[in-house]
């Protein structure tokens, strides 16, 4: 028995000893004024009106719910609506206390951000009544047969319209390490067993006392390498982290580039490809992503480092700039063009200036590099890959 129904007996049971012993029958009648709380059981029913609902689609967006609500019967009625942990409240509540005495409206009322791709379900308003006195209390579930069901952006629609409006830091005529040689020389290297006998550079290999053959660049577009990080301390970013991939994989596909993909934190990789095949293989991938891995760039490097030097690719990391160990990573890829996108969000605990110091560090010596914030859109990119 609660507190305050223990108080209430107590105060029953001296009333009814005083006019036991002092023989005052308004006594005794009295005793029975506090237990009268205790015999009303909490007999309430919620019902819930018209919801106000317009689901978000994308990833980020911000959305309002407003459940009208309708009291019915007696008690303190305690109303909870359930929201998962891909969904963050930004204004207002999602519970709402009520006492009922017959008859009463209400209402809850606020506004969310999704955060996460996939579904979310909406559907549960927990409902616990309690009565009068507290004593007992009576516990159920409403289904308001809400669901969200969110998704990254992905802009392969606009990419035509996007590409012609700027220019790129990056060389649109990268070369394709596999593929038939072209007429473009490269360099002089040392030969290796499978290269052509036709392209033996004598008078090279007179001058170095070995042999040395010419290297042609080869036909074809170069191949794009995406590595995303989806370590534990990319939660609160890794659907910005998401949405920067989709573009990438989206963009270069449709210009014929081979994509592949290696998550970082998961350990698993992609090999590079081409085609609608391969951006839907990517993206059913990496839409079943959580950042919960544990994985450094180090680790990784020494399982993808074969697939880089067969491919030779452009490399993209997506990452938190101030959590990743960047330079030495970039370092042991220095034979390759890597371009680095830190996620960052603005007026974090650790204040923007620790946070910026942080990326500089992180980024210094890196040629190409790129700062997304969470809340800006991704068509930003365009600007600079196109």
């Given amino acids: 028995m609660k507190y305050s129904a223990s108080k209430a007996v107590g105060a029953a049971v001296f009333l009814l000893l005083v006019g036991v012993v002092l023989v005052i029958p308004e006594f ?14 909490p007999v309430a029913k919620i019902k819930v009106e018209r919801t106000e609902f317009e689901k978000p689609e994308f990833v980020g967006e911000v959305f309002s719910l407003s459940i009208p609500l309708k009291f019915y019967g007696v008690g303190v009625a305690k109303i909870y609506h359930e929201v998962g942990e891909g969904i963050e409240i930004i204004e207002g509540k999602n519970y709402s206390t009520a006492f009922i005495f017959g008859f009463g409206k209400g209402s809850i009322r606020y506004k969310g951000r999704v955060r996460k791709i996939g579904k979310h379900n909406l559907s549960k308003l927990k409902v616990v009544v309690e009565s009068l006195s507290l004593s007992s209390e009576k516990a159920y579930e409403v289904d308001l047969n809400l669901e969200i069901e969110a998704k990254s952006r992905i802009f392969g629609r606009r990419l035509k319209e996007l590409r012609a409006k700027a220019k790129s830091v990056m060389v649109d005529i990268d070369r394709a390490k596999i593929g038939v040689p072209g007429t473009d020389f490269k360099e002089i290297r040392e030969y290796n067993f499978s290269d052509p006998l036709k392209f033996i550079n004598w ?41 920067v991939c989709s573009f990438l994989v989206s963009y270069y596909a449709t210009r014929g580039n081979k994509v592949g993909l290696y998550a970082l934190g998961k350990s698993n990789f992609i090999y590079p490809d081409f085609g609608k095949r391969q951006v839907k293989k990517i993206f059913d991938y990496i839409t079943s992503l959580e950042a919960e891995g544990n994985e450094s760039l180090d680790e990784a490097y020494e399982k993808m480092k074969k697939m880089l030097y067969i491919y030779e690719p452009l490399i993209y990391v997506i990452t938190r700039a101030e959590k990743a160990n ?47 914030d969470v809340e800006e859109r991704v068509e930003k990119l365009a600007k600079v890959v196109a």
């Avoid at 534990?232 to 970013?237: A, N, Q, R, T």
Wanted: proline fraction near 3%; hydrophobic fraction near 50%; avoid cysteine.
């Fill in 203 to 243: 008078k090279a290999s007179a001058r170095f006392g070995k042999l040395m053959v010419n290297e042609f660049e080869k036909e074809g577009k170069k191949a794009v390498w995406i590595i995303l990080d989806a370590n534990d301390y990319m939660e609160g970013f890794f659907d910005k982290a998401l949405e």
């Fill in 28 to 41: 005794v009648l009295a005793a029975v004024v506090p237990l009268i709380p205790l015999l009303v059981p």
């Fill in 326 to 372: 960047l330079k030495k990573f970039v370092r042991k890829v220095s034979k390759f063009k890597v371009v680095v996108i830190s996620i960052k969000r603005d007026g974090e605990s650790l204040g923007e200036l620790t946070l910026m110091l942080a990326r500089r560090r992180a980024l210094r010596g890196i040629e190409h590099r790129l700062e997304v």
